[in-house]
Every structure is written in structure tokens, then in C-alpha cells.
């Protein structure tokens, strides 16, 4: 497509639900990552992939949050169990992957957990 | 100490000001440096990448400081419609290869 589509673009739901969250990358950007973003906050790396390789897992807050992405095209951020500091905008992200592009944001997810 | 810093401000100019953002890194074996623009409950998008020759876009100029570690941002003839926070970002290594981002300047442009 022609930008970082991610849905849905809001999303409430009740403490101790579990919740995905989507994002389908440019065609043909072989990198994605999601960060989170709270109230007033700046962007907290969580996963990141690459083609192929193992992902990178380092940013993910706990074993609550999981996220699969296969091959280059769709991704998926699960939140199990969720709790109301869950609650912020999850933002994904996709590059050609080469060290001087920029990388495209979708305009994220909004989750509220009340 | 943080990966990227930045001043939150506010920074509050008037139309027409110049006005500039630092940001410092703590890795020195950082390798890709961008300027993205956040407006108000937008996603970021990519202003600039800095090269270390430094770089020019429009009234925008960004430079890079190895020695020192830290990047630069100057906006000339300041426009209302820039008023939105500045993120520095790093990519901090080659082998993460994910952005770390500072937290932000927050302009605002004043008529």
C-alpha cells in the first residue's frame, strides 16, 4: 500500500482482556517495528524485525506482549492480560531497512484500558 | 543517563525567528542520525536524516558533531505551522538497527 496502515486506529477495552493490534507495512519494506507512546511521553522501542532473522525482542515490557510477524508483510502486537498501563498509542513503523532510510510511521493504534 | 537526550522546552518564538534544537547521544559508535517532526496526537514523520557534512533543507539545517556527540537542528524564518515537537533519533548499532528516540522539543510558533 501506499503508506503504514494499522488498525484499528482505537481500541477500549476492559483490564484482564487480551487484545491485537495489526499493522501492514509498506510492499516491500523488510523492516517493522512497533513502539508504544504514552500520554505526553516520547516512543518506547518494543520488537523490531527484520526479513527473516530472529526478532528483536529486547523493548517488550513483559511476557504479556507478544508479536509475530511472517515473512515481509503483516505484523501483529498481542497484549494479554491487559492492564491500564497498557494504555498509550502503539505506533509501527516500516523501512527499507538500509542504514540511511527514513522509516514510516502509520498514524497507530489508540488502546485504552479502563 | 539516557540514550538521547534532548530539552523538552517549550521553545516559544515569534514568526520570522531562528531558532535552534541540540541533542546529544551517549554511544559513540552510533551510526544514522534523523530529525522527525511529532504534531500534536500525530505519528512522527521523517523531517531530515544529518549527515556529517551537514545538511540543508529549505530553511532547515541540520548538523552532526562526532567529537561531541550530538546533533542540531536550526530553523530559519520560523513559520506557524512548525509548531509541533522535534524528536532526534539514533540508530544506536548495527546490529539492533531499531531508532531510539529522544523525548522531544516541543516548539511553538507565535504570531
Known amino acids: 500500500g501506499a503508506g503504514v496502515s494499522q488498525s484499528p486506529s482505537n481500541k477500549v477495552t476492559e483490564k484482564g482482556k487480551d487484545v491485537e493490534l495489526r499493522c501492514d507495512p509498506i510492499s516491500g519494506h523488510t523492516a517493522l517495528y512497533w513502539y508504544r507512546q504514552r500520554l505526553g511521553q516520547g516512543l518506547e522501542f518494543l520488537i523490531y524485525?527484520?526479513?527473516?532473522?530472529?526478532?528483536?525482542k529486547s523493548g517488550l515490557p513483559s511476557d504479556r506482549f507478544s508479536a509475530e510477524r511472517t515473512g515481509e508483510s503483516v505484523s501483529t502486537l498481542t497484549i494479554q492480560r491487559t492492564q491500564q498501563e497498557d494504555s498509550a498509542v502503539y505506533l509501527c513503523?516500516?523501512?527499507?531497512?538500509?542504514?540511511?532510510?527514513?522509516?514510516?510511521f502509520g498514524s497507530g493504534t489508540r488502546l485504552t484500558v479502563v | 543517563r539516557k540514550e538521547v537526550e534532548q530539552d523538552p522546552g517549550p521553545f516559544n518564538v515569534p514568526e520570522g525567528a531562528t531558532v535552534a534544537f541540540n541533542c546529544t547521544y551517549s554511544?559513540?559508535?552510533?551510526?544514522?542520525f534523523f530529525w522527525y517532526r511529532q504534531d500534536c496526537r500525530k505519528e512522527p514523520k521523517l523531517l531530515m536524516s544529518v549527515y556529517s557534512s551537514g545538511n540543508e533543507d529549505g530553511r532547515f539545517t541540520a548538523q552532526l558533531n562526532r567529537a561531541s556527540q550530538y546533533i542540531s537542528l536550526l530553523i530559519r524564518d520560523s513559520k506557524l505551522s512548525d509548531s509541533a515537537t522535534y524528536l532526534c533519533v539514533v540508530i544506536l548499532d548495527t546490529g539492533r538497527r531499531a531508532l531510539t528516540f529522544g523525548s522531544g522539543t516541543r516548539l511553538q510558533v507565535q504570531p
Open positions: 513503523a516500516s523501512s527499507l531497512g538500509g542504514a540511511d532510510y527514513g522509516y514510516t
Open positions: 524485525f527484520q526479513g527473516n532473522s530472529a526478532p528483536d
Open positions: 554511544n559513540s559508535a552510533s551510526q544514522s
